[in-house]
């Protein structure tokens, strides 16, 4: 168990958070279909990237660290092989929805698993799209669900208008569709995060984007590119956050992503009252990078709607203990889609959220939070999900005596070296 003390002294110091998550599984994937010998600097280390490079060394690809840089030898879409294993995604969904898209388009059988966590997580969404095209993927626990049969082939572009706002459904449908004879359409409720097409375009693949509706056209080969992943975006939140529910605390985060489809959590901490500044913004490889700065105070609870769920759905954790960390009532809604995440993070966030005194009404699509200020201390259960353990640690820091995280392991998923940051900003 690890124990996370409640702080006596504001935050201070400055930190570097690690690659963009997203942004890695699309630089290897684009990397290893591409040709040409691909270098991807910055790569975070945590598991679920580690899944999407060792799926595609299965898959006959090179791929090999030179000191902090990631070397991907591309040989196209067609030097990808049949692998001689069940390829083992994890914890991940990204490598496990996104690789169903580079599959559906190659011609042999590959079978995709993972962990309990992602063997319950709804894979239907993506085989119904890749099925329209062409490819037969086979549920063999059936009702959607992992592990996942791929008998890929040749596929057909389609029009698909998606349920959902997904960047992992839309995702998958993109790389089908770079394999696909015609052009494909993919248009959403919601404009999810664009990583996908930025990284596509960079590598020479024909997309183009208007408003909510993506089309991209197949039969381009890719080339091999330098790519530069900036700092996660969702890592950076949780000392965001930290920062600004201690008064006196100043905190730069330095390098961070800042993607406007995927920044709402920026939005929503200005609206509670949080001071953040945006510094030195800059573009590299068609990516939003800047500084940010974070000058704690007192945050007030506001209302958190649909309208932010695309941009905003893996900070919802973290701005949930903001919350309650807040002066007033703070409400979250249409955010149903965080019931299929790592765990149901409305039920966990409300059970562990009213273990450390917070007053929690839970709701099909949210939850309402009333403020407290300071929090009462505990033991507390991250059910295996990283960014409820990340979030919970920084709760304890708000927390009479602290709290005890039952798994704080599961933090190196996405941010090995996440707990020596946040202790080295509380000691500074």
Not at 85 to 101: E, K, Q, Y
Not at 294 to 304: S, T
Request: charged letters at 25%; a neutral charge; proline letters at 4%.
């Amino acid at each position: 168990m690890k124990t996370i003390g409640e702080v006596k002294l504001p935050l201070r110091g400055e930190l570097r958070v690690p690659g963009d998550k997203s942004i890695g599984h699309r630089a290897v994937i684009f990397a290893s279909v591409a040709r040409g010998r691909s270098k991807i600097f910055n790569l975070s280390t945590g598991e679920d990237n580690l899944r999407t490079v060792e799926a595609f060394k299965d898959l006959g690809v090179a791929i090999q660290r030179d000191g902090e840089v990631l070397c991907v030898d591309g040989k196209g879409w067609d030097g990808l092989c049949p692998p001689r294993r069940v390829i083992d995604c994890g914890n991940s969904g990204t490598t496990m929805r996104l690789l169903s898209g580079v599959l559906a388009g190659r011609p042999f059988v590959a079978t995709l698993d993972g962990d309990d966590s992602l063997k319950r997580r709804p894979m239907q969404r993506i085989i119904d799209p890749l099925g329209q095209m062409g490819a037969q993927i086979l549920s063999q626990n059936g009702k959607g669900l992992a592990p996942l049969e791929i008998h890929g082939g040749r596929l057909r572009g389609i029009h698909y208008v998606s349920p959902v706002a997904s960047a992992q459904v839309k995702s998958a449908v993109i790389l089908a569709g770079l394999q696909a004879e015609g052009t494909t359409v993919v248009e959403e409720p919601q404009q999810s995060r664009d990583h996908t097409e930025i990284m596509a375009r960079a590598f020479g693949a024909e997309i183009s984007v208007r408003g909510k509706s993506v089309s991209v056209t197949g039969g381009r080969v890719l080339s091999a590119r330098e790519v530069r992943v900036p700092g996660d975006f969702s890592s950076a939140a949780f000392f965001l956050v930290a920062a600004a529910v201690t008064p006196g605390s100043i905190v730069l985060v330095r390098e961070v992503g800042c993607n406007a489809t995927r920044n709402g959590v920026l939005e929503v901490l200005r609206r509670m009252g949080a001071s953040i500044e945006v510094l030195n913004l800059r573009e590299e490889g068609g990516e939003p990078v800047a500084d940010l700065r974070v000058i704690g105070g007192k945050l007030k609870g506001v209302e958190i709607g649909p309208e932010m769920v695309a941009r905003t759905i893996d900070e919802y954790p973290i701005l949930a203990v903001a919350g309650a960390l807040a002066e007033g009532v703070t409400t979250i809604a249409g955010a149903r889609e965080l019931r299929y995440k790592e765990s149901d993070r409305i039920a966990v966030m409300a059970g562990e959220l009213r273990k450390l005194g917070v007053q929690v009404e839970e709701r099909e699509d949210g939850m309402i939070i009333e403020g407290r200020g300071r929090l009462r201390g505990g033991p507390v259960k991250t059910y295996g999900d990283h960014r409820v353990a990340m979030a919970l640690a920084v709760a304890g820091l708000s927390a009479e005596g602290g709290v005890g995280i039952d798994d704080s392991a599961c933090a190196d998923i996405s941010f090995p070296g996440f707990f020596e940051l946040l202790e080295g900003l509380c000691r500074s």
